[in-house]
Structure formats: C-alpha cells, structure tokens
C-alpha cells in the first residue's frame, strides 16, 4: 500500500492564482481531512469529509474548497491564493466506526505564495 | 468549538530524564485523546492515544494519563533519548483539534 499520498511536494503560487492540491489513499479509509501547518500554530483542520458526497468545514476554512467524488480522493482548492496561505498542507485519512481511529498522514505539500 | 490548549511549547531534558507536556481542552463531550510525533520536515506519526473510559495507557517508555473531570491529559516519557527530540502535539475528538505543539530537545 502506498498509504496517504499528496502532490505536488513543493509549489510556488503568485498571488491571485489558483491551484489544487491532490490527496488520495489506499487504505479505503472512509474519512480524510486537510491541515495547515504554520510555525507556531500547530496543525489547523481546513476541511473534512466522512466519506464520499460529504464534506463540512474545519477551523480554517476560508479561501479553500474540497469536493469527494470518490473514496480515494479528497483534493483541496485554493480559489484565489493568497500570501497569508503560504503554509504546508498535510492530508490525512482514517477508519469511520463507533470511535475513533489513528489518522495516517500523506507526507504534505510545502505551498509558498508570492 | 473545541479549544486545546498545550504546555510548555519547549522542553529541554537530560538524556535518561522524564518528560512531561500537558494537555487541556474545553469541550467535555470529547472522547479520543491522541498524541502524535513530528520530526523535522516529516509528517505527524500516532505515538500514542487513549479513549475517554480509560484513565491511563502505557506503551514501553510512553504513557498518556486523562482527567476527564479537569478536562487534561498528559504525555510522560520516560528514560529519554536523543532519537525522542521531535515535537510533539497532542489531540482532541474524532475531526483531531490540535494543540499547539511541544518542542521536546534531549541533551545527550
């Protein structure tokens, strides 16, 4: 299994411009999940979906879309970037049951804005 | 929303000393308490975690303790090593509200 994968790695945007960060997992994980990690601030929730057709909003969720057409990808959307979203963007999946489960993270985009 | 909030944000240790970071969140409905590990430039790995009917787990050199009652939990490492300087972020309910982070440095 190749586990949680994200491309690109690195990513360099101006301003205004938009992009998609893809996401996909193997494990047929039913929820998945995007983060932001600044310096300082941990990991912020942007969005998540508990499977495919569903998806709600996390902390930080302005300036982002997401979409889940399938179980295995949960691509993230910057409409119009910004330098406030230079930041790396970890994708994250898991098992849905009666509790919860380990979250795997894939090994993240570096997204700088200029 | 559910507010997590972690202490220290640094920590220097001894190897062979104990580490200790703290974990205190807001909502009492929460019921999954993991604590994950993040070396430089790499992605967050589970550690440990713990469920809301158990007040304490052990993994070798690891433990997690809960206070639902004080809505905290904390992290106990013991007999520290170098490969253990990371840091550290502990979590809150299934959507995973992070704490802020620990930077744990183990001096040899």
């Known amino acids: 299994n190749a586990g949680v994968t994200q491309t690109p790695k690195f990513q360099v945007l101006k301003t205004g411009q938009s992009m998609t960060l893809q996401c996909a997992q193997d494990?047929?994980?039913?929820?998945m999940s995007w983060y932001r990690q600044d310096p300082g601030m941990g990991l912020r929730l942007i969005h998540y979906?508990?499977?495919?057709?569903?998806?709600d909003q996390g902390e930080v969720p302005n300036g982002y879309n997401v979409s889940r057409s399938t179980t295995e990808d949960f691509p993230l959307r910057l409409l119009s970037a910004a330098p406030s979203q230079t930041s790396v963007y970890f994708c994250?999946?898991?098992?849905?049951?009666?509790?919860?489960?380990?979250?795997?993270f894939g090994p993240g985009t570096r997204l700088t804005v200029t | 929303g559910e507010n997590v909030e972690q202490h220290p944000s640094t920590l220097s240790v001894q190897e062979g000393d104990s580490a200790v970071i703290k974990c205190t969140y807001s909502?009492?409905?929460?019921?999954?308490f993991p604590w994950y590990k993040q070396e430089l430039g790499k992605r967050p790995q589970l550690i440990i975690d713990?469920?809301?009917?158990?007040g304490e787990k052990k993994d070798q050199r690891i433990a997690v303790t809960l206070n639902k009652t004080a809505k905290h939990f904390s992290l106990h490492i013991t007999e520290t090593q170098p490969e253990d300087s990371a840091v550290y972020f502990c979590a809150v309910t299934n959507k995973l509200i992070f704490g802020t982070g620990t930077l744990l440095a183990v001096q040899p």
């Open positions: 713990i469920r809301s009917n158990v």
């Open positions: 994250a999946s898991s098992f849905v049951g009666t509790g919860a489960y380990e979250q795997y």
């Open positions: 909502d009492s409905a929460s019921n999954y």
């Open positions: 494990m047929n994980h039913e929820y």
């Open positions: 979906s508990v499977g495919a057709g569903i998806t």
